[in-house]
């Protein structure tokens, strides 16, 4: 019975593993060749997506979000900027009003700047950020690096051909991050039309 354990265990085991990993480290090299292009100048919006907040404080993760695309902002004056992010346990206020306040804070001026208070993943994100854009209208989202290459081909199932605006992922969470982001690749494959 125990060789036949470990028969079955080398004839699934060793292909499964095989497969894993090939699809690991392709997942790994799109995602890190996503996050490493540059987007044009003068896009007509940035999209940036929510991450937690603490009550009222951004997390890390969305304060690297905010201030990527604070530069952005900073750099090209004609951008809109969509914050995107509803409320969600624990927040005391949308995570669009909190980065609101950090661009306002920071010198952008509130005609630029877009709310959409309504989502709470990564499909909503986009799909209610979308109703905000004008039809032909260049497009950028930011986002951690991690993340940058699924919200981007969600995106691309909305409608919106965007290009990607990279936010660095606090050292902390990349191990979690990055592992969790694997399996979120296939689900959002499958299920985020």
Excluded at 26 to 34: A, D, E, F, K, Q
Excluded at 76 to 104: D, H, L
Aim: aromatic share 10%; proline share 5%; glycine share 6%.
């Amino acid at each position: 019975m125990k060789k036949k354990l470990l028969k079955l265990i080398k004839v699934i085991g060793i292909p499964l593993v095989i497969f894993c990993s090939i699809y690991v480290l392709t997942i790994h090299l799109v995602i890190s060749n996503t996050a490493n292009k540059q987007p044009p100048d003068d896009l007509d919006y940035i999209v940036v997506l929510g991450a937690r907040l603490h009550g009222e404080t951004m997390s890390l993760a969305l304060l690297y979000r905010v201030e990527a695309a604070l530069k952005y902002l900073q750099e090209n004056p004609n951008t809109y900027v969509i914050a995107s992010g509803g409320q969600g346990p624990g927040e005391t206020i949308t995570e669009a009003e909190a980065m609101k306040r950090y661009f306002v804070k920071n010198g952008i001026a509130e005609e630029r700047i877009i709310e959409e208070k309504r989502s709470t993943t990564t499909l909503e994100n986009l799909s209610y950020s979308n109703e905000y854009i004008s039809e032909g209208s260049s497009v950028g989202i930011v986002s951690n690096d991690f993340h940058l290459f699924r919200a981007s081909f969600i995106a691309k199932r909305l409608g919106i051909h965007p290009y990607t605006i990279p936010a660095k992922t606090p050292t902390v969470a990349k191990p979690k991050s990055w592992s969790r982001e694997y399996i979120a690749v296939i689900k959002s494959y499958l299920y985020d039309r």
